[in-house]
């Protein structure tokens, strides 16, 4: 991915100390992280890790019980920032008797002055949808279009979607996910997308939010992050860590026979026989997900920044 939309200076999500706490516990818990403006980036975690929660935040739906999250420097809830952020939920809440034609001129209706009905009609058209067809008799797939012909005619800045793929097609999610990242690029639209599809966020997205238990365990461009990990393949006996290996943060480590493999925030030379190859996204993400417990990492640019910074 190239970077000329993405502003590094512009903020789009700022979190700094934020937690949710329902009757059962934390959904969030001290979280905090910066996004640039500009950037796809993928928020992933194991169900119940707070992606919702953090979205239907970031899309004004919900306050925090602790700390703050603005976008564009302001609170989510801000009347001013409202039609700046385009949501996309998980349950995609449309009026089933309405057209597909019907919602769309709702859509405009709700975003005067904004409203891009041939972006809207272009998604809907692809897609070969009847606009005379109600929404209630669409598929999950073809309502999932619907909803993000909506997000798209609205010409977010900043665009939420949780889980936007799941119900689609390989060949259409692949259409979509074009799609979108055209869109995206054409307007320089900051995208949080949560996926459990980490095949699918390789190559499209380059930054990422990876969370576990309610908090922030990655956070950053996704070349830094992979470029901060090595995966060390050797020969070592026993159970124990190989020696060679302190000092150096083991995210993750398997044994399987003499066969030792880790992945590894380095920390300068490893000593020893080892193979060293950059991890894929998908492994970097899979070894988190198996550990969650591993220390958290922040690139530079997703530490969260002053005010003064953070305002568009
Ligand atoms: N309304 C609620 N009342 C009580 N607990 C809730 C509520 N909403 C979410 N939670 C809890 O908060 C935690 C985070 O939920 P959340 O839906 O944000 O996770 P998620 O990462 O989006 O999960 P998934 O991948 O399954 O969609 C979970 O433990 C969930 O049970």
Do not use: I, W
């Given at each position: 991915m190239t970077d000329l939309t993405f502003q590094p200076d512009r903020t789009a999500l700022q979190a700094v100390g934020l937690g949710v706490k329902h009757r059962r516990g934390w959904a969030l818990r001290d979280c905090s992280f910066r996004l640039p403006a500009g950037r796809i980036c993928a928020l992933v975690g194991?169900?119940?890790?707070?992606?919702?929660t953090l979205l239907s935040l970031a899309a004004g739906l919900r306050r925090p019980t602790t700390g703050s999250l603005t976008a564009f420097g302001a609170g989510p809830t801000d009347p001013a920032i409202r039609p700046r952020v385009a949501f996309v939920a998980q349950e995609k809440p449309l009026y089933p008797h309405f057209t597909v034609a019907d919602t769309l001129r709702l859509g405009h209706e709700l975003n005067p002055g904004v409203w891009d009905q041939a972006a809207a009609e272009r998604l809907v058209r692809d897609g070969g949808l009847p606009f005379g067809a109600r929404v209630g008799s669409l598929s999950g797939g073809q309502r999932t279009r619907v909803a993000l012909a909506l997000a798209f005619g609205k010409k977010p800045e900043l665009l939420l979607l949780d889980e936007p793929m799941s119900d689609l097609d390989p060949l259409v999610r692949h259409q979509m996910m074009a799609a979108l990242m055209a869109e995206a690029a054409e307007r320089a639209t900051t995208v949080v997308m949560a996926s459990h599809v980490?095949?699918?966020?390789?190559?499209?997205?380059?930054?990422?939010?990876?969370?576990?238990?309610?908090?922030?365990?990655?956070?950053?461009e996704v070349e830094d992050l992979i470029a901060a990990h090595t995966l060390l393949l050797g020969r070592h006996e026993g159970p124990a860590l190989p020696p060679e290996?302190?000092?150096?943060?083991?995210?993750?480590?398997?044994?399987?026979?003499?066969?030792?493999?880790a992945l590894v925030r380095t920390d300068g030379p490893v000593a020893g026989r080892w193979e060293a190859t950059e991890p894929s996204l998908e492994e970097l993400l899979l070894a988190h997900l198996r550990a969650p417990g591993a220390p958290a990492l922040l690139t530079p640019s997703a530490e969260p920044r002053g005010a003064a910074k953070a305002a568009a």
């Open positions: 194991p169900n119940g890790a707070g992606k919702s980490l095949a699918e966020l390789d190559g499209v997205c380059d930054y990422l939010l990876l969370m576990a238990d309610g908090q922030v365990r990655l956070a950053g290996l302190a000092g150096h943060t083991v995210v993750e480590s398997r044994a399987t026979g003499r066969q030792f493999s």
